[in-house]
């Protein structure tokens, strides 16, 4: 997608209240597209959308909620209803980086609901759209862990190998048909999201830390605009993305 075409696109981008998908919001809206910012924070979203202006609508959805996600395009001014891009960035780990025998079903199985299964219900959502225009760009943030497994990891792990397929199958599905498929697939990221997993600031600052070197939220955003902004006849199919030391 060039310049003259993202000064029409919207884009809906998941887990845009913090991190990664705070990051590809700020970068796009400069970028001149529209988003629509969609979280599960609504003090933060509304936030968010007041300091990006008019371009950016704040749609509080939890996307493992089917119907909420099923219904979602009903919440949405016309203006932001034809949504040619979707950047599927939704995800956590909580609880992990423990021994699977240290957390409950649950909490594993959580992980999965989020990362996998919300993921399936966007896409879902608006496969169809695209296909009625015969164009759009669906973009997954999947993980090095979707590559190569890391002991302590394993709910989150299988929830990237599954983005990892998912978004392979998905791009031989529609192909020829006009929607591209593209996968970011970053190393460590420092962001909140170790915060989030461990339940600790101090132990997440210690964490990242203990690394020579980490991406920053706004790398991640770099790599998806180079995807987006490519000509139609490119289609970034994976972009493994890592930090150097």
């Known amino acids: 997608m060039n310049k003259s075409e993202s000064e029409q696109a919207v884009v809906l981008v998941s887990g845009a209240s913090s991190g990664i998908g705070e990051a590809i919001c700020r970068l796009l809206i400069e970028q001149d597209y529209r988003v ?12 968010l959308a007041d300091e990006l202006g008019a371009d950016c609508f704040p749609l509080v959805v939890d996307v493992t909620d089917a119907r909420a996600v099923a219904n979602l395009r009903q919440e ?3 203006s932001f209803r034809d949504i040619g891009v979707l950047v599927n960035n939704a995800g956590h ?3 992990g980086r423990r021994n699977f025998d240290e957390g409950s079903a649950e909490q594993w199985c959580d ?3 989020t990362n996998v299964q919300g993921t399936i219900r966007l896409t879902h959502a608006l496969i169809d759209g695209m296909l ?3 164009s759009g760009h669906i973009v997954n943030l999947g993980s090095i862990a979707g590559l190569k497994p890391y002991a302590t990891g394993t709910a989150y792990v299988s929830s990237k190998f599954a983005i990892h397929g998912f978004s392979e199958t998905l791009r ?4 020829g048909r006009g929607i591209r498929v593209s996968e970011i697939l970053p190393g460590l990221v420092r962001s909140g999201f170790a915060q989030q997993r461990l339940g600790d600031e101090r132990q997440a600052q210690d964490f990242y830390d203990s690394f020579e070197q980490c991406l920053q939220a706004e790398d991640v955003a770099d790599t998806v605009l180079y995807a987006l902004q490519q000509p139609r006849h490119v289609e970034i199919a994976q972009l493994v993305v890592i930090p150097v030391f």
């Open 111 to 113: 992980i999965i609901e």
């Open 172 to 175: 031989l599905d529609y192909a």
């Open 36 to 47: 629509i910012a969609l979280a599960r924070n609504q003090p933060r979203l509304q936030q």
């Open 93 to 95: 780990d909580t609880g």
């Open 76 to 78: 949405l001014p016309e």
């Open 132 to 134: 009625s225009r015969g």
